[in-house]
């Protein structure tokens, strides 16, 4: 079992950053593949970043590349989602999950196991 709680959100003028975290419970946090979803009203839960259980690899949907970088810290038992750059269509509920599978199979929601509540971000404009 897996906990997941997520920080970070919050209201921000466009153009700003802000940096989420996720910290996870248990001692087996390192073998998941971790990522990052967001949904805002009226539409689907949208795959944004995921990363590998050793951080060497990492997936991003086109529409936050170069602008968002996810981020784990084993040790800490915590991964990261630094989102630069925000414009007002990225205000959403945002949503950490784990997963004990991994690639590129890590794009798509039915790979996670365990979500976290979710954290509000709002980008005014």
């Known amino acids: 079992q897996v906990q997941l709680v997520e920080s970070g959100g919050g209201l921000v003028q466009a153009g700003g950053s802000l940096r989420l975290s996720c910290a996870a419970s248990g001692r087996t946090f390192s073998r998941y593949g971790m990522g990052w979803f967001r949904q805002a009203p009226g539409k689907e839960r949208e795959f944004l970043a995921a990363i590998s259980s050793s951080g060497d690899s990492t997936y991003y949907a086109d529409s936050v590349k170069g602008r968002f970088t996810i981020s784990r810290d084993n040790t800490k038992n915590t991964v990261y989602l630094q989102m630069n750059s925000l414009k007002p269509e990225d205000t959403a509920v945002y949503y950490c999950?784990?997963?004990?599978?991994?690639?590129?199979?890590?794009?798509?929601?039915?790979?996670?196991?365990?979500w976290g509540q979710g954290t509000q971000v709002t980008v005014s404009s």
């Open positions: 999950a784990a997963s004990g599978s991994g690639g590129s199979y890590l794009r798509t929601s039915r790979a996670y196991d365990y």
